[in-house]
């Protein structure tokens, strides 16, 4: 039995499980490990979704896999995209693995986790994640670097531009195709194509509804100005068109869980593939939610509970629903069980092997608490009862709303969730890593290239960011040679990489000579070609956005750089400005030649 499971399950538990299932799945697993497809949406809350109750829009082919397959009632994530990102690839609680912000290197998964990618790519299957990362651009935190065969989309937290933009191929820049959902579901359909034969795992973590609000004509044409049925029960302000925008966003997501859907029943995949449906945190605005309090960023129900359905044709029972509290933690056993694998880990595992309950309506299942965290705030969820931030306690089978603290009336639960909620704070405290304790890693030697994008970069001087959301942004208003970007980097293998400049530059700026340092090693260029294209993405809003705007910029090649290893700055500055600014700046990319 492997170290894993035996800190999961007993034994007697184990074996139970499995008798549950019928002898066919048994000797498919012998003859073909299932596949899996692990579909996350992006700010979708709980109530998205026709199937949880919402009349304003229709998801059948996502209601399918709950129908076709298992429906979780009370599944809890995190509050915000990075640590929820982070438990579903783990099993383990985000605060123990070195996430605490969303940007500027803060979303980073800590080095010497052990990913669901990885423990598949060593039992056979084929690996692919397609769509927003959000655990570390640069190597060794890049998704090929923690298990993952291809990886195309982006790894910040958000993007500017949903039609055709700047994207990435296994750390190689590239332009998109099209609309991003639909881009990244064809990315996913030739996977699935090419590995038909072989197990697979498919991670298809999308964008949307994410801002900028960004839908295709044809979606947005069902929800222009259409009035809602159902909407905000608060005293906060719904702005309708936003929701419209969200609601259209989430039709075009379930257009495309239909595709991949189809391309299973296409090719006989169906009754021998996991698909999973879950969204990463609570709706992104004040809309109809099932009457629970709080949204995105909250701890309260309504920020932290997703939906989460799981399918397996012939295997899992249709139909069936699961009253019992779960969380992203218990993914990574699940389906770690579910493939048959026996995995050894050094780490212990926070998460449940959720089987039994997915087999069988009568499990006998130990109480347990979640725990949501974000920002300073907790709050703790028994099967029962949750206990918020400020220790109130409200009763969730009769208040959903969280409207009556019942703390006076039940003071020993009360006792008992604070103190699991000190205990669980105490064991595994929130934590936050400096640049200098976690730097940026560049040239790492197993891998070609390294993005230095200006998201985590700092200004000085008169440069600004295009934006106080860094994840997209650009550094812009360089006016003086004084002023510079700089990047606390740890350069981990010797090299020598060329370097391109991803940029835009006025006419009358020509001419500007920009330079890169890194220790004693230099590289200068100057800018000889204009290339000022307009601010663009708000052609394409539904509503309007608090992100950065975005522009199609250009590589230079500067030239090629020698780089030591060891922790030091980076730092790009001009030595020149012949007109009134130098450049736009919107990334390095470094391609190890050596």
């Known amino acids: 039995m492997s170290v894993l499971f035996q800190r999961i399950l007993p034994v007697a538990l184990i074996l139970s499980m499995w008798a549950c299932q019928a002898p066919k799945k048994e000797s498919k697993i012998q003859e073909k490990k299932p596949n899996i497809i692990l579909i996350m949406a992006d700010d979708q809350g709980w109530g998205d979704l026709s199937f949880n109750g919402n009349t304003n829009l229709k998801t059948p082919h996502i209601d399918a896999i709950a129908k076709n397959g298992v429906a979780f009632e009370n599944f809890y994530v995190q509050p915000v995209c990075s640590p929820t990102r982070a438990e579903l690839l783990t099993g383990r ?94 990315h996913a359909l030739s996977f699935i194509d090419e590995n038909k034969d072989d197990p697979f795992f498919l991670y298809l973590p999308l964008n949307t509804p994410h801002s900028p609000m960004q839908v295709p004509d044809a979606y947005w044409d069902r929800f222009q100005d259409k009035p809602l049925d159902m909407t905000y029960h608060g005293e906060e302000k719904e702005n309708t068109n936003f929701t419209n925008a969200a609601l259209a966003m989430v039709e075009n997501i379930d257009f495309n869980v239909g ?39 909250s701890t309260d129900e309504g920020g932290v509970r997703a939906p989460f359905f799981i399918q397996w044709k012939d295997s899992i029972p249709a139909g069936n629903t699961v009253a019992q509290i779960a969380a992203a933690i218990d993914i990574l056993p699940t389906l770690i069980n579910l493939t048959g694998i026996e995995v050894e880990t050094e780490k212990p595992i926070d998460g449940k092997n959720l089987s039994p309950l997915i087999f069988s309506k009568n499990t006998k299942w130990k109480e347990r608490f979640v725990y949501n965290h974000w920002s300073g705030k907790t709050s703790v969820r028994s099967q029962r009862y949750r206990l918020d931030t400020d220790d109130r306690l409200y009763d969730m089978v009769d208040d959903i709303g969280q ?30 890593k400096t640049d200098e304790e976690r730097p940026l890693t560049l040239g790492h030697p197993d891998y070609m290239y390294t993005q230095i994008p200006a998201r985590d970069g700092i200004p000085h001087g008169n440069i600004e960011r295009s934006n106080r959301h860094p994840n997209d942004t650009f550094f812009t208003n360089w006016k003086n040679v004084n002023d510079s970007i700089t990047w606390n980097v740890a350069v981990l293998a010797d090299g020598v990489f060329e370097v391109q400049l991803y940029y835009t530059c006025k006419a009358e700026n020509v001419g500007a000579t920009v330079q890169l340092t890194h220790g004693n090693n230099q590289l200068t260029t ?33 030239g090629e750089i020698k780089l030591e290893k060891g922790k030091g700055q980076l730092t790009l500055k001009a030595v020149n400005i012949s007109g009134k600014e130098a450049v736009d700046v919107r990334l390095l990319l470094f391609k190890r030649k050596e």
């Open 526 to 558: 100057t800018i000889t070609e204009a290339h000022d294209p307009p601010l663009k993405g708000m052609e394409n809003d539904r509503d309007p956005r608090i992100e950065s705007y975005v522009k199609d910029f250009k590589p230079i090649t500067m």
């Open 259 to 297: 595709r991949i859907s189809e391309k299973l029943r296409e090719l006989n995949l169906e009754d021998n593939t996991i698909v999973v449906y879950l969204s990463d945190n609570g709706p992104n605005g004040w809309r109809w939610n099932g009457g629970m309090r709080g949204k995105k960023g």
């Open 403 to 432: 409207t009556s603290d019942v703390s006076d009336k039940f003071p020993d639960i009360a006792d008992s969730l604070k103190k699991a909620k000190t205990n669980w704070l105490t064991a595994i405290p929130p934590s936050k």
């Open 93 to 186: 609680h985000f605060t123990r693995l070195g996430v605490y912000s969303t940007s500027a290197g803060g979303e980073r998964l800590n080095l010497g986790e052990t990913t669901i990618a990885e423990i598949l790519k060593k039992a056979g299957y084929h690996t692919a994640a397609y769509g927003k990362w959000h655990n570390g651009m640069q190597p060794p935190y890049h998704p090929n670097a923690r298990g993952f065969d291809d990886f195309y989309g982006f790894a910040s937290g958000h993007w500017g531009n949903y039609f055709s933009p700047m994207l990435e191929h296994n750390g190689q820049i590239v332009k998109g195709n099209g609309f991003l959902v639909n881009d990244l579901t064809a």
